[in-house]
């Protein structure tokens, strides 16, 4: 935690106050007169977007710095998938038969969990788009080993709100990809990921691109559902046509179990393998 230091100087949040409790004046209510930090109409300025964007890697990055939160595995997957036990509310039969990955990354982060909590969760903590689907699975199965765990939720459209298991104080909120994606993969130790859409197609090459060229070192890539990923993506053909190495199709594994999950976890050629004593970066 980040210890409380006296400033000799007088704090934002006071001046805050005392700015609102000004006489009300044509010049007190001129938008020049607010504070530039409190002024939320300035904060939004097509020119402020650079410290907009520094502001969103630098507040979760304080909260888990102050939580201690050191390693992160990561859990990406369809926000579609229901729970077998509302099957029957599946668009489709593809997505009805998927129900069965809700359980497993379920008992996946339950696993991890109670790992996690050997390091007093410090380590390992799960990490979570924060919505539906397979990221209320990851959330959910932390809660049931007693655990923390985070949501990374952005703003859209059709915004839903963060599913009921992620841990309150590790529910953040963006509103740009970019930063959101950083904080996925600052931590992360491991990266497990689950049938989805565009989006967690999106997540999961940027990830094997940055461990491809050498920007990420390598850690456990796990896709759960091989009948899945192979039937979407032909990853031999691109082998084949020389658009990726043949070796490239040795950064991930694929698994159907939780347990199958951890096992190769375990296993991950030696020095791969996620340990509780890695510092974080």
């Not at 080993?145 to 599913?163: R, T």
């Not at 990921?193 to 094997?208: N, S, Y």
Request: glycine share 8%.
């Amino acid at each position: 935690m980040t210890e409380d230091r006296q400033s000799p100087f007088r704090d934002a949040h006071s001046d805050i106050r005392t700015a609102d409790e000004v006489p009300d004046t044509p010049q007190t209510r001129a938008p020049a007169y607010r504070l530039a930090f409190a002024d939320d109409d300035f904060l939004c300025r097509e020119e402020l977007r650079p410290v907009r964007l520094q502001l969103e890697l630098l507040k979760p990055q304080m909260v888990m710095d102050e939580r201690g939160i050191e390693s992160t595995v990561v859990l990406f997957g369809g926000a579609r998938i229901p729970e077998p036990a509302k099957k029957s509310t599946a668009r489709t039969k593809t997505l009805a038969e998927l129900t069965k990955y809700y359980d497993e990354a379920r008992s996946f982060a339950r696993e991890i969990t109670g790992r996690s909590l050997k390091s007093y969760g410090r380590e390992w903590v799960i990490v979570t788009g924060g919505g539906p689907g397979v990221m209320e699975a990851g959330n959910r199965g932390a809660d049931d080993a007693g655990g923390q765990s985070i949501g990374l939720n952005i703003v859209l459209p059709h915004e839903q709100a963060p599913n009921e298991w992620v841990t309150p104080d590790l529910c953040f909120n963006f509103h740009y990809f970019a930063i959101r994606k950083m904080h996925f993969l600052m931590r992360a130790r491991a990266v497990c990921v689950f049938p989805g859409g565009f989006g967690t197609l999106d997540e999961t090459f940027e990830a094997l691109t940055l461990i491809q060229t050498g920007r990420m070192e390598r850690v456990p890539f796990l896709l759960f559902g091989r009948e899945f990923w192979e039937k979407i993506i032909n990853w031999e053909a691109l082998a084949e046509a020389g658009t990726i190495a043949p070796e490239d199709l040795d950064l991930f594994r694929f698994v159907e179990t939780a347990e199958e999950a951890m096992e190769t976890i375990d296993g991950w050629h030696g020095a791969h393998t996620i340990r509780s004593d890695i510092p974080g970066r």
